[in-house]
T-cell receptor, first 115, second 115 residues
Framework: EPEVTQTPSHQVTQMGQEVILRCVPI?????FYWYRQILGQKVEFLVS????????KSEIFDDQFSVERPDGSNFTLKIRSTKLEDSAMYFC?????????????FGSGTRLTVV | GESVGLHLPTLSVQEGDNSIINCAYS??????FIWYKQESGKGPQFIID?????DKRQGQRVTVLLNKTVKHLSLQIAATQPGDSAVYFC??????????????FGKGTLLTVNP
């Protein structure tokens, strides 16, 4: 079964440092997403990406965040200057075309800890 | 993983019992809903979806019921097994154009199955 792969599984970083979270979406998918989940809370939408540009972003996705598809397989989330409150699980997802979202697939996440 | 339960509604059942997990929504114009299962350390996994032109949809051991009058959604799991232990979220997809969907997740319910 196709998978969305995320690396690293856990990242610890100093406050103020830049981090890049990496994702390999499912190969024939066209739409890519980042979500985050603060411990004990619900999953929140950050950004969607299609055709090499951002389609929609939430109010959480401020100027400290950016996304990129640097090649044909990777999709990255960069946080420029991390804050303590950026500590969370970050999930990448991808989806294809079609009326049902049963193919909207999440990765296993990267746990980001900012110290 | 255990601290997630401190912030979530919880449901504890005996193995073999049926489980019912509930979700309320606020937008009467919502027309598509999805249930996700999230196991510890993993991303959300699609279980079943339902559109607003249906009241009920069945899958393998799962049934989703939609009551549009009271804006309520439920997930029923038959003959609950230890492997069903997870956090369950309802989610509402919002179309951002084409097949690009932003998911808005509910708060989640932690299901614990006792052997």
């Amino acid at each position: 079964e196709p998978e969305v792969t995320q690396t690293p599984s856990h990242q610890v970083t100093q406050m103020g440092q830049e981090v890049i979270l990496r994702c390999v979406p499912i190969s024939n998918h066209l739409y890519f997403y980042w979500y985050r989940q603060i411990l004990g809370q619900k999953v929140e939408f950050l950004v969607s990406f299609y055709n090499n540009e951002i389609s929609e972003k939430s109010e959480i996705f401020d100027d400290q965040f950016s996304v990129e598809r640097p090649d044909g397989s990777n999709f990255t989330l960069k946080i420029r200057s991390t804050k303590l409150e950026d500590s969370a699980m970050y999930f990448c997802a991808s989806s294809g075309n079609g009326p049902s979202l049963d193919g909207y697939t999440f990765g296993s996440g990267t746990r980001l800890t900012v110290v | 993983g255990e601290s997630v339960g401190l912030h979530l509604p919880t449901l504890s059942v005996q193995e073999g019992d049926n489980s019912i997990i509930n979700c309320a929504y606020s937008n009467s114009a919502s027309d598509y809903f999805i249930w996700y299962k999230q196991e510890s350390g993993k991303g959300p996994q699609f279980i079943i979806d339902i559109r607003s032109n249906m009241d009920k949809r069945q899958g393998q051991r799962v049934t989703v019921l939609l009551n549009k009058t009271v804006k309520h959604l439920s997930l029923q799991i038959a003959a609950t097994q230890p492997g069903d232990s997870a956090v369950y979220f309802c989610a509402e997809p919002e179309n951002s154009g084409g097949s690009n969907y932003k998911l808005t997740f509910g708060k989640g319910t932690l299901l614990t199955v006792n052997p």
